[in-house]
Structures are given as structure tokens and as C-alpha cells.
């Protein structure tokens, strides 16, 4: 049998099974008895509903998944991907439009068979939770939109990198990974205002206690923004959260309007300065850095792989191409993106804790935060009690309770 297929199914196995150890440890892990940080903040039959929406969703996952994994080696084993190669040589005249076509079909087909299992979790788990406030006439538009934005930016992308590889060999990948990197500064500063707002609506806060208290709070910490926006979250749910987006003057700060409803004048500000927190310490900048690093890094790998024949009689190609190349070469970096996916969320739960840090000592307000966090974890039915196993396979952020203590240690005498 070829190497790289054996390869290719070990990895899609491994990561399979990796995935569904977290989550079986995770439910396990779920503990009846509410902590006591908790006590107030949700009682017994909310407490026992987090629960079942935790297991509800990853039981859900869990099947997604396992459909998916038996799809794709299938797909792969039957010669799946040279059946569309066929239909884009087929369409496509030249290499560039037949990459499009080939990528094309496989995204489209990938959304189709999606689409069951996204329906389902939006229109009866949420819904059956409370948290869904997407009409089908939103959800379709969305879908519309998401394909139409993935034809154009994403055809642009690809286009590009197949250009460079077609044309300028072994140089390729240094092209690829200027042009990515530039491409991606650029859409940095023009999602906030540009593709942001073709999903939802960002309207200025308007003036008040909160306003007045979040611009305070800015200057003092010399920060500096566009503005603070409220964003129609519940257009789609009742989950609440915050953000930041964009760069220098033009950032700006954006709150849920889900989440001004429910949160106090000093909770929010604490929200946001732990938002600002990211900023202050760079850690915003230094994921960038990271991931331009990170890009090079694959570009670099994926040019080693390009036509080459194993991988391609793996996969029971009859033609080699660019195109087909970056598909292929995306099961065997399967390994190396979960390794780079556990160190960045290392990364981003000290930052996490830096971020909380940052909060409390410039805004004064432990209280403020932790009933901030709290609420938030209460409102999205969040899992308090996650299994160590499972925070680091996947968790960006630390667990609710272990962040109320990191808290609790910066001001000794708070209750």
C-alpha cells in the first residue's frame, strides 16, 4: 500500500480519536454539585440545563464528526478527489481556472453536507436552549453571503498562490508568503468597516452613564480608538460578548447589545479593559508576528510537496497539479496545525490571565470582573467544570473558576 495513504489515514484516525478522548473525558468529567463561586448566580435546574447542553453539543459533535472522518477516508479510498479533477479539467482551460473549479466544487459540496448538521444545531439545540434568534430568512442570507465572500476573497487568494507557484518555481513559496502576509494586514484594517457590517449592524453607543465611563476609562490608559459600537448580536442569539477590531485610530471597541442589556456600568468597563489588556500587553501584535511566522513556515513545507507523485497516486490522481497539491498537502500538515494550535493555546490562556490582570489593576474593580465573568458564563450556559484533558486540546481561554481565582490572588484581601 502507498506510504502516504497509510499515513494520511493514520493521521485522520489519531485526530479523530484524540478528539473524541477530550470530549468523552469532558462529560465525564461534569460534576452535579454547583461551585461554590456559583451559588446565586444559578440555581439547581439552570445549573443541571448548562449540563445538558454540554452533553447535548458534544454528543452532537461527536456524531458530526464521526460522519465526517468515515466521509473523508472514504472520499479519499474510492479516488473521490480525481473524480472532481476530472469535472475541472473538464471546465477549467488552464491551470489556474481549473484549480478554482476543483476548489470550488470541493467547498461547495463540503457546505452541502454540512448544512443538515449546521440546521439541526442552530434550529433545534439552540433553539431548544434559548439561545437561538435566527429567523431562516437571516440564516439563509448568511449562507449566501458567507459563499459569495469565500468566491471572491478566498478565489483571489488562491489564484494568487497558485500563480506564484506556477510560475515562478522554486521562489514560490517567499512570493506566496509576502503577498498572504500584506493581503492579510490589509484585510486587518478593512473587516471592521468593510465586511463586518454585511452580517450585522454597528450603530455608535449612544451617549450615557456607559459611554461616558468607557471613554474615561480609554483616555486614561492613552488609548486611543475610533469609537464604542453596539452590535445587533441578538439578531442571531441571545449569547452575550464583547470585542475589539481594528488597528491604531481606527479600532474600535464593540459590545453586544445582548450583553449592555445584562451587565452593569462596571462590569462592561472591566469587560473591556481586559479587551484593552490584550492590546497594552501586545499580545495582539505578537499573534500577528506568530502567525506571519507560522505562514512562512508552511508555505515553505507545502513547497516541498508540490506534484509530488506518492502523494498523488495516494489519492489515485491521474494528473498531477498545483492545485490538487495544496489540497493533499493539507492532510499531512494535520499533525504539525495541532501542534501549533496546543502552543497557541498555551499562549493565549497566559494571556488570558495577563488580560484579567491588566483589568483589575488599572480599573480598580475586582468585584466588577468577576461578576462580569460570571455572568457571561452563566448567560452562555458555559461549562464550569471542564476536564484538564479537554482545556488543553482546545481551550483558548482558561476555565471561569480557575480565572475568578487568578483574580482573587491579585487583591489578598477580597472576599
Request: charged share 20%; hydrophobic share 50%; glycine share 6%.
Amino acid at each position: 500500500m502507498n506510504t502516504y495513504l497509510i499515513i494520511i489515514l493514520l493521521i485522520l484516525i489519531v485526530r479523530y480519536l484524540l478528539d473524541l478522548v477530550s470530549d468523552w473525558l469532558n462529560i465525564r468529567h461534569v460534576s452535579t454539585e454547583l461551585p461554590a463561586e456559583f451559588k446565586g448566580y444559578y440555581d439547581a435546574e439552570k445549573y443541571r440545563r448548562s449540563q445538558n447542553y454540554l452533553r447535548e453539543n458534544t454528543r452532537f459533535g461527536i456524531c458530526v464528526d464521526t460522519l465526517q472522518t468515515l466521509i473523508t477516508i472514504v472520499f479519499v479510498l474510492v479516488g473521490g478527489f480525481n473524480f472532481v479533477d476530472r469535472i475541472a479539467i473538464g471546465l477549467g482551460h488552464g491551470p489556474i481556472l481549473r484549480g478554482l473549479v476543483f476548489a470550488g466544487i470541493l467547498i461547495f459540496v463540503s457546505k452541502i453536507l454540512g448544512l443538515p448538521f449546521s440546521i439541526y444545531n442552530t434550529f433545534v439545540i439552540e433553539e431548544k436552549y434559548g439561545f437561538n434568534k435566527t429567523t431562516p430568512k437571516t440564516y439563509l442570507l448568511d449562507i449566501i453571503k458567507s459563499l459569495i465572500l469565500t468566491a471572491l476573497i478566498g478565489g483571489i487568494v488562491f489564484a494568487a498562490v497558485l500563480w506564484f507557484f506556477e510560475k515562478t518555481n522554486n521562489l514560490a513559496w517567499i512570493y506566496c508568503w509576502v503577498a498572504i502576509t500584506l493581503f492579510q494586514i490589509f484585510f486587518m484594517f478593512i473587516a471592521p468597516v468593510v465586511i463586518m457590517p454585511i452580517f450585522n449592524k454597528f450603530v455608535p453607543l449612544e451617549e450615557s452613564a456607559l459611554s461616558t465611563a468607557i471613554e474615561n476609562y480609554a483616555k486614561a490608559q492613552n488609548f486611543k480608538m475610533k469609537g464604542v459600537f453596539k452590535m445587533d448580536g441578538s439578531k442571531r442569539s441571545s449569547k452575550s460578548n464583547a470585542f475589539f477590531t481594528g488597528f491604531g485610530r481606527l479600532r474600535r471597541i464593540v459590545l453586544f447589545d445582548t450583553l449592555i442589556e445584562r451587565h452593569s456600568v462596571n462590569e462592561l468597563v472591566s469587560i473591556l479593559a481586559h479587551e484593552m489588556g490584550h492590546y497594552k500587553k501586545k499580545h495582539i501584535i505578537q499573534a500577528i508576528a506568530r502567525s506571519i511566522i507560522i505562514m512562512g513556515l508552511t508555505l515553505f513545507l507545502l513547497s516541498l510537496f508540490i506534484e509530488n507523485e506518492q502523494l498523488f497516486a495516494a489519492f489515485k490522481m491521474e494528473h498531477l497539479s498545483v492545485y490538487a497539491s495544496l489540497f493533499f498537502f493539507g492532510f499531512l500538515y494535520t499533525p504539525i496545525a495541532m501542534l501549533i494550535g496546543l502552543v497557541e493555546n498555551i499562549i493565549s490562556r497566559k494571556n488570558e490571565y495577563e488580560a484579567d490582570a491588566f483589568a483589575v489593576e488599572t480599573y480598580g474593580d475586582a468585584d466588577a470582573m468577576i461578576n462580569g465573568l460570571k455572568k457571561l458564563s452563566v448567560d452562555n450556559l458555559s461549562n464550569l467544570t471542564p476536564h484538564p484533558f479537554k482545556v488543553f486540546m482546545g481551550y483558548s481561554h482558561p476555565p471561569v473558576l480557575e480565572r475568578i481565582k487568578a483574580i482573587r490572588r491579585l487583591v489578598p484581601t477580597h472576599k
